[in-house]
């Protein structure tokens, strides 16, 4: 993982990581999405999406928090 470049900023207390790469942004995104997605406090936890998200194209009512996580880190890796 040489692509990775990490800066800590003391100004503002935040880790900031650079890559070298966009691939390699998406890559470690969608390996973190799946990674917590079967975390035990999350795998089995219910996410509320309101009505009016639809317009994002998420539709309401109660979701698997930790399916809406591996769905999205497979929507990222197509």
Do not use: T, W
Request: overall charge negative; glycine content about 6%; proline content about 1%.
């Amino acid at each position: 993982m040489n692509n990775l470049i990490s800066q800590n900023s003391s100004l503002i207390g935040i880790k900031s990581v650079s890559f070298a790469l966009e691939s390699e942004k998406i890559r470690v995104l969608v390996e973190a999405l799946r990674l917590v997605s079967q975390n035990e406090d999350i795998e089995f936890r219910n996410l509320y999406i309101p009505d009016n998200c639809e317009k994002y194209g998420f539709s309401e009512g109660y979701h698997n928090l930790g399916q809406l996580l591996h769905f999205l880190a497979d929507m990222l890796e197509e």
